[in-house]
């Protein structure tokens, strides 16, 4: 081991003692961050009201056909993987504060080219537009957050980046309800603004103005979020930004890290929520609830609601537990949701065109009803495990593990990761369908699931109630 690795590892800073009074200012700074994830939630979310409305009120020139809604729909993913590369580059140069300040640009840009759009192309535009900021929001905010936090409230901070997340996508379900396309695309541009105004008052993170030697800065934000200096110990004095470099990767602090966070990042696309929340509608409509629109509303408030309940309890039950609960979970209602399907399968006589989920059989339809509840429970179920561990977690251990000289460049390799994963999932799952059959494609998502409780039990290590520091000292095996 080096002695720049030595001196890496010595705590940048220290936690104050539990008898010193803690400043609720990092509250506030934290909830500034979670304005970029409530944004990024509400673009998300956009695409299901908005497409409908489209289709029903827009002039000719904006009529979406079935491939331009599925690009209207998907091209969101592939603008954010772009942000993620961008916000990697960022983060580490301009700064966690100035890269949240620059990523309001393309959000509001992009949702006042959707309010102005003339033409498809223009919408598709505005989307691309959205879907980097929501990119580079999905990098920045969580590493903000969990560098002005303390140990004892990083899980909390932490997981509320996800609960914005939801947050803003059961938002736009709820604004779709009473606002046309034009107007919930205004709406849009007031989280960012919010999120402008804010952040210019709050400060940069002190661990990364101690990086560029500023210290006075350094203290000053420690000050404003923390409410005191007392306990802080200054940073060594060999501790520098360097920037990332291949034969970085030799080191274990650095590649254990970056295989664990893109393995994350990996299951949670491959557990299947994005077939699931495609879905939703059809299976409301089989357990025949009158207005199957309320199947968004209902998976929303059931994410937002244990979501929260994970933010809460993160920094009790830790990461692992809630990891391993929330896999065990999604895979037992993956497994019920592969059934149900199974169940209604009609036959090798009918067509195995993934679109027709209305089984023809001569079964009697409440037999069908029943059934469909079963699959309603399941949906249920498995969205309320994915919130409480496989929805926030990965992306607090992402903000968490990597030590700082790789950050940007790391966490933008997770994130690109996620997004790509998300893409290819929403992309190909219709194939998978054809191929292995409804039940088939559901039972491998459990499979997924299974190889993503045994991944965490076998390589993730436990991060609650450490200072980052201590944790890069883990993964170099001290």
């Known amino acids: 081991m080096s002695p720049e690795d030595s001196e890496e590892t010595l705590p940048l800073l220290r936690p104050p003692d539990a008898s010193v009074p803690r400043g609720r200012r990092v509250f506030l700074a934290a909830f500034a961050a ?105 990098l920045v905010s969580p590493v903000y957050i969990s560098e002005i936090a303390y140990p004892a409230i990083r899980g909390l901070l932490g997981s509320c980046v996800q609960l914005m997340v939801v947050t803003g996508i059961l938002l736009a379900y709820v604004a779709g309800w009473v606002l046309e396309w034009r107007w919930l695309a205004v709406l849009g541009c007031v989280p960012p603004t919010f999120m402008l105004l804010l952040m210019c008052c ?104 244990f979501t929260a309940v994970a933010a809460l309890i993160m920094d009790r039950a830790g990461r692992r537990l809630l990891l391993t609960l929330s896999g065990v979970v999604m895979v037992f209602s993956m497994s019920a949701f592969g059934a149900y399907f199974k169940l209604t399968e009609s036959g090798p006589s009918n067509s195995s065109h993934v679109g027709l989920l209305v089984p023809i059989s001569a079964e009697p339809v409440d037999v069908h009803v029943g059934l469909a509840w079963m699959a309603v429970g399941s949906m249920c179920l498995f969205i309320a495990g994915f919130a409480v561990g496989w ?73 609650k109630g450490r200072t980052l520091e201590q944790i890069t000292a883990h993964f170099e095996g001290r």
């Open 202 to 305: 709050m400060p940069e993170t002190p661990r990364f103005l101690l990086t560029r030697h500023q210290h006075q800065e350094a203290m000053a934000a420690l000050r404003f979020l923390w409410g005191s200096e007392e306990g802080w110990e200054e940073p060594p004095i060999g501790v520098e930004h360097q920037g990332f470099q291949l034969a970085m990767l030799r080191r274990p602090g650095v590649y254990k890290p970056l295989v664990i966070g893109i393995s994350l990042m990996a299951f949670q696309q491959l557990s299947g929520v994005n077939a699931i929340m495609f879905y939703a509608e059809t299976i409301f409509e089989e357990a025949k609830f009158k207005d199957s629109s309320l199947a968004s509303v209902t998976v929303g408030i059931i994410q937002v609601l």
């Open 391 to 463: 929805g926030p977690i990965p992306w607090l251990l992402m903000s968490e593990i990597f030590p700082l000289h790789v950050k940007g460049v790391a966490t933008g390799v997770c994130v690109l990761t996620n997004w790509f994963m998300a893409f290819l999932v929403t992309k190909e799952f219709s194939s998978i369908m054809e191929i292995l059959r409804p039940y088939g494609a559901f039972w491998l998502t459990a499979a997924f699931c299974i190889l993503s409780v045994l991944f965490t039990l076998t390589f993730v290590p436990e991060t």
């Open 34 to 138: 979670a304005l970029g994830p409530l944004s990024f939630g509400f673009a998300l979310g956009y695409s299901s009201p908005a497409i409908p409305s489209l289709r029903r009120t827009a002039p000719p020139a904006l009529r979406l056909g079935d491939s331009a809604a599925s690009w209207f729909g998907a091209i969101v993913t592939l603008g954010a993987a772009a942000g993620g590369v961008l916000g990697g580059w960022l983060v580490d140069r301009a700064g966690r504060k100035l890269s949240l300040l620059l990523c309001t640009v393309p959000f509001v840009t992009g949702f006042a080219v959707i309010t102005a759009a003339r033409d498809v192309g223009m919408l598709l535009g505005g989307r691309l537009l959205t879907g980097l900021a929501c990119g580079v929001a999905s």
